[in-house]
């Protein structure tokens, strides 16, 4: 048994998909959860500028003694995860293997539609991944930057004209392919699952990529021997790199726990 927490870190607001995920899946997991609000969004930076970011993040996280880091980030998953890994001596996962394991098994026509950040996009991970998963994989990618922006502004329930619009833009070629399964390559994404999933239409499987980041987590724990067994709920902490008050607003209604006035700013610069 091993009772230190997990560690998760995103770009701002969306890796709480991620969060959300591990603690219904490990309620007793301790968590410590990094957004860099103040740097958002990631996926318009270069390799070397999000790989700084990257490991400053993890620089923070390491001063929790964690068991495990998650990146619950499309673009720092797809670019610096292999640096992070050779740095670092405790497993680090990201969201890019998980999810499109997940995409490679529920695709029924080999047409699978992928979108993310400019950077996740220009990496090629996600379809380098599945093409080894299942050869022969058609992949229809789309780089969609300002969902980012809309998420951390609160623009992505239902009903927003400015959300639709902007998300009709982005999927009308993907949906023209004729995909079967839609990967959500960023974890903010799934906030407008419900917007995304009535524009693509019952035919087409929205891969989720924190939810499916979860799972594997919680799979390598349990093989690895690091699952925490006590009985009891784990606690949850918060920090960002900005602000507290929009985040504790936009996280208290996602997550459905009341995170407000337990979320601390810290500067990341100095790690």
Known sequence: MDTRPIGVFDSGLGGLTALRELAR???????????????????????????????????????????????????????????????????????????????????????????????????????????RLKPGVEVTARACPLLVSLVENGRFRPGDIVAETVVAEYLTPIKAAGVDALILGCTHYPLMRDIIGAFMGPGVTLVDAGEQCARWVKKQLEWDGLRNQ?????????????????????????LGEDVRGGVEQIDITAY
């Open 230 to 254: 006590r009985p009891g709920a784990g606690r949850h902490r918060f920090f960002v790199s900005d602000s507290a008050g929009d985040f504790s607003e936009l996280a208290t209604a996602f």
């Open 25 to 131: 899946l490990m309620p007793e997991e301790d968590l410590v959860y990094f957004g860099d609000t103040g740097r958002v969004p990631y996926g318009g930076r270069s390799p070397q500028v999000i790989t700084r970011y990257a490991r400053q993040d993890v620089a923070f996280l390491r001063t929790f003694d964690p068991k495990a880091i998650v990146i619950a980030c499309g673009t720092v998953s797809a670019t610096a995860l292999d640096a992070l890994r050779e740095e670092n001596p405790i497993p680090i996962f990201g969201v890019v293997e998980p999810t499109a394991r997940a995409a490679a098994h529920v695709t029924r026509n080999g047409r699978v539609g992928l979108i993310g950040t400019r950077a996740s996009i220009r990496s090629g991970a996600y379809g380098r991944e599945l093409g």
